[in-house]
């Protein structure tokens, strides 16, 4: 993970913020100061911001969830679509479609249309229809493939959001507060740090500075995969060894470094003596007048 650099952050503008008469008063402990009626952001309250997030990151990647990057300005779009795709996580750069979460069905099912689209563009089964209709499914296409493209990975509601701006991207922190996802935010002094669970106070107009924090939360996100990986290394592991089907041993076979078992001597049992009416004549071990001949009638 990469080294978070006080004088990098300077020099991205990072602690420039909106001019005094555009101010949130509830942003009044990230300020440092003002200077030409525009306000100067503390560094410190920057850094601390981006540390508490990359720890929160990296936990929460770390169990299974994922993470969505929703950054629809001109300055952020480069680097949401970037350190998204580098981590492997959903985005949103260009348009964030009402009901994007809250509708999240309908979102699958156009998902499933663009995918359809794509199959159709790249088959060539689109040169078989009209001028007209090849028009009008290319446009649909692209403004499909335009708004949605980054959110083909996101089979599932994510379990926390980074936003660049909130105040831009008031509809998308609406329906996050809505669902109760965690919201990580770049916000300016005119956001309210009411509306995000994690904020970190910087310039969100500044195309370096945003690229900076992007990256150190990427690196934080991609920490995460590699923990969530080993732990299911670890337990795929585990349930291997515990649910191994153990050797069937033949009732009185050994083991191998087992001792055999001590033979018991022979015990022997005394023959039964047989019925008196049943031994032979001349036996001198019966006894006379035990049994009577039948007389003939």
């Given at each position: 993970?990469?080294?978070?650099?006080?004088?990098?952050?300077?020099?991205?503008?990072?602690?420039?913020?909106?001019?005094?008469?555009?101010?949130?008063?509830?942003?009044?402990?990230?300020?440092?100061?003002?200077?030409?009626?525009?306000?100067?952001?503390?560094?410190?309250?920057?850094?601390?911001?981006?540390?508490?997030?990359?720890?929160?990151?990296?936990?929460?990647?770390?169990?299974?969830?994922?993470?969505?990057?929703?950054?629809?300005?001109?300055?952020?779009r480069a680097a949401i679509e970037q350190e998204a795709k580098r981590c492997g996580m959903p985005y949103v750069s260009y348009r964030w479609l009402g009901g994007t979460f809250t509708n999240f069905r309908t979102i699958r099912s156009r998902l499933s249309h663009l995918e359809e689209l794509d199959q159709q563009v790249t088959s060539g089964a689109i040169n078989a229809l009209s001028k007209k209709m090849q028009s009008n499914m290319q446009r649909e296409h692209r403004k499909m493939k335009r708004n949605l493209d980054g959110l083909r990975t996101m089979e599932r509601m994510p379990g926390a959001m980074i936003i660049v701006d909130p105040v831009r991207e008031k509809n998308a922190v609406r329906e996050a507060k809505k669902l109760g996802i965690p919201i990580i935010a770049l916000a300016d002094t005119e956001a309210n740090p009411d509306d995000v669970s994690v904020?970190?106070?910087?310039?969100?107009?500044?195309?370096?500075?945003?690229?900076?924090?992007?990256?150190?939360?990427?690196?934080?996100?991609?920490?995460?995969?590699?923990?969530?990986?080993?732990?299911?290394?670890?337990?795929?592991?585990?349930?291997?060894?515990?649910?191994?089907?153990?050797?069937?041993?033949?009732?009185?076979?050994?083991?191998?470094?087992?001792?055999?078992?001590?033979?018991?001597?022979?015990?022997?049992?005394p023959l039964p003596k047989p019925h008196p009416a049943i031994q032979e004549p001349g036996d001198p071990n019966a006894k006379s007048g035990d049994a009577e001949t039948p007389s003939n009638p």
């Open positions: 993970m990469a080294t978070l650099q006080v004088q990098e952050l300077i020099e991205a503008g990072i602690h420039f913020g909106h001019p005094a008469s555009r101010w949130n008063p509830k942003m009044a402990p990230y300020i440092y100061g003002k200077r030409n009626f525009i306000h100067i952001i503390d560094l410190k309250e920057t850094v601390k911001g981006i540390i508490r997030a990359k720890r929160f990151l990296t936990k929460l990647v770390a169990t299974g969830k994922d993470a969505v990057f929703v950054g629809t300005k001109r300055q952020a904020i970190i106070p910087g310039n969100d107009d500044a195309m370096r500075a945003i690229e900076i924090v992007m990256k150190h939360l990427a690196d934080a996100v991609a920490e995460g995969m590699a923990n969530r990986a080993a732990r299911a290394v670890i337990e795929g592991e585990g349930q291997a060894l515990t649910r191994a089907p153990s050797r069937p041993r033949t009732r009185g076979t050994v083991r191998q470094g087992e001792a055999e078992p001590p033979q018991k001597p022979a015990i022997e049992m």
